[in-house]
């Protein structure tokens, strides 16, 4: 099975992490020694260089395990860090490796606790299989957490030994939301030509027609029938081209801003909402235009796929950072995997550099969490 494989190749790299561990632990001890023999002559000095340069040797190899751990593919190295940060991640790395074997040693203890010293384990058949099943349940339990106890331990020492990890992991991030964002503005692009071909386009080739052929004719009763059919046929044309437009930037969002945009949007759900809006200024207009078409879909998941009898909107700008909040008192079970409304939303924002975050338990409440960092002006 994929995740026993997981959880072996995970045990196999905290092994290599504890024995990393171990080393830093003597490591510290003859850094300490070395240090006091510095006054001694010929003596402490090259005993010092020696002991820091063990310390860059092992620093890194687990600078390689980290690696092999977060970033799998073979790009080029972030920059290493220098020897204050690798004296640090000695320090702290001596202190977290025995965590996983703490892990387990605590599940085993609260195992013998509870089977051996809190119960009289008999020989029944009932008792041996409680037994067996509790026993499995820790195992299963402990080989899930190898996974996520090596991710950590190897993000902690990242933080240490490789200070641009995260610049580059963020750099690859907005390259892909870039990407994403390309894609769908030529999506849009292709839904505006076609709508307009389709539909604006059309009716002004009949309008054409009808005026063309009004023009030839010489009964006064059916160029007035011709022009009449223009006129109604231009003013289909003139009701597309407005919801068109609408489409693409509402007019209410250019007049009164997000604030005034938002408010429209939750007076047009289905399900009643409460809004609270603390914002004192305007956003840039592509800001304003994500955030409100982002909440303008999360409020249509609300009214198409929540079951909620109520609805609650606030908006917010702090510390320069917006931050907007749709929540429910529906059915919850939302998940951005499982539908492609949520995940519109999450690009939307990551255009911005901005996150969504989800929160919605079986059984509800749902809500979404919209934060963006911008100025108001």
Known sequence: MTWIRRACAAGGGLLLNAATGVAASALIALLLVSAALVPVAGLGVPLLRRVLALVR??????????????????????????????????????????????????????????YFRVNVVQTSI??????????????????????LIRTGQARLSALLLLPEA??????????????????????????????????AQAKLIAIRMNLGLARDLRDP??????????????????????????????????????????????????VPVEVEIDLPGRLE????????FATAEALTNVA??????????????????????????????ADRAAGTGLRGIDRRLSAFDGRLVVRSPPGGPTELTMELPCALS
């Open 285 to 292: 207009a592509p800001v304003e235009s994500a955030v409100y």
């Open 57 to 114: 040797s092992l620093a890194g190899v687990q600078r390689a395990w980290v690696r092999r751990v977060l970033d799998p593919d073979p790009r080029p190295a972030p920059h290493e860090s220098g020897p204050r940060r690798e004296l640090a991640w000695l320090a702290v790395h001596a202190v977290t490796w025995p965590v996983p074997a703490l892990v387990v040693w605590g599940l085993l203890a609260a195992f013998d606790y509870i």
């Open 221 to 270: 009763a059916e160029v007035r029938m011709m022009i009449d059919e223009a006129r109604e046929i231009a003013g289909q044309a003139l009701t597309d081209l407005r919801d068109l437009v609408r489409g693409v930037h509402p007019p209410v969002l250019a007049d009164r801003g997000l604030a005034g945009a938002v408010e429209a949007a939750a007076l047009l759900c289905p």
């Open 304 to 333: 198409k796929h929540s079951g909620a009898s109520r609805a609650w909107l606030r908006v917010s700008h702090a510390g320069g950072l917006l931050r907007v909040a749709v929540r429910d008192d529906g059915r919850g079970g």
């Open 126 to 147: 009932l008792n041996t299989f409680s037994l067996s099943v509790s026993a499995a349940a820790i195992a299963t339990i402990t080989l899930a957490a190898l996974p």
């Open 166 to 199: 995260t610049a580059t992991a963020r750099i690859r991030q907005l390259t892909e939301s870039r990407a994403v964002v390309v894609d769908a503005q030529a999506a849009e692009l292709r839904r505006i030509e076609r709508d307009l071909h389709d539909g």
